[in-house]
C-alpha cells in the first residue's frame, strides 16, 4: 500500500466476534486502475446483494486478503453478513470468519481518505498498542464496514476492523 499521508483518528474500541458472509471474491493487481477496478467490484456485488437471504443488517463489507503482503496482488471480497443458512447467487461464495478479536477504527472523513485511515491504523496505532494482525487463510487482513444505520446508532458510516493479537 502506498505511503500516505497521516489520517487523524480516534483511538480504536474492541470487539470480540465471529463473522458469516455472502459475497462475490475477486483478485486485483497491483496496477494502476487498481481503485476502479475496486469501484467496479462493489458495484457488481452490491446489484446482487439483494437477492441474498438471511441478510443480519443493511451494512456493506469489504474484506481483504493479503493487501499488506509483498504480492503481486490481493483479494477482495464485496460481501453481506448472514446467518449460515443463507441462500445466495450462484457467483457468491459463503465464508466463516471464526472469532477473533477486532480492533476497530472509524473513519473520519470522506471516503476518498478511506486508504489513510487504513494506513494510519497498519502502520501507527496497531503496532503504537503493542498489537498484530491475527490475519490468516480463514480471516481477512481487515473488514470495511459500511453502515445502513449510522445515523441511528451515532457510529460512524465506515468502520475498518482489524483481526488483532498481542
Known amino acids: 500500500m502506498d505511503r500516505l499521508q497521516p489520517a487523524a483518528m480516534d483511538a480504536p474500541r474492541f470487539v470480540e466476534r465471529p463473522w458469516t458472509f455472502a459475497g462475490l471474491r475477486r483478485r486485483h493487481a497491483r496496477k494502476e486502475g487498481v481503485w476502479s477496478a475496486l469501484d467496479e467490484h462493489w458495484c ?78 497498519w502502520y501507527g496505532w496497531l503496532p503504537n498498542l503493542g498489537l498484530r494482525s491475527a490475519g490468516d487463510s480463514l480471516t481477512p487482513d481487515f473488514i470495511e464496514v459500511y453502515g445502513d444505520d449510522a445515523g441511528n446508532t451515532g457510529r460512524p458510516a465506515i468502520e475498518i476492523w482489524f483481526p488483532v493479537r498481542a
Open 44 to 121: 457488481a456485488a452490491s446489484e446482487r446483494f439483494a437477492k441474498v437471504g438471511g441478510r443480519k443488517d443493511g451494512a456493506g463489507y469489504g474484506l481483504y486478503y493479503d493487501l499488506f503482503a509483498q504480492r503481486e496482488g490481493f483479494e477482495m471480497i464485496a460481501a453481506v453478513a448472514t446467518d449460515e443458512t443463507a441462500s445466495r447467487p450462484a457467483t457468491f461464495e459463503q465464508l466463516r470468519v471464526p472469532t477473533r478479536r477486532y480492533a476497530v477504527f472509524a473513519h473520519l472523513g470522506p471516503v476518498s481518505r478511506l486508504r489513510s485511515t487504513i494506513w494510519t491504523a
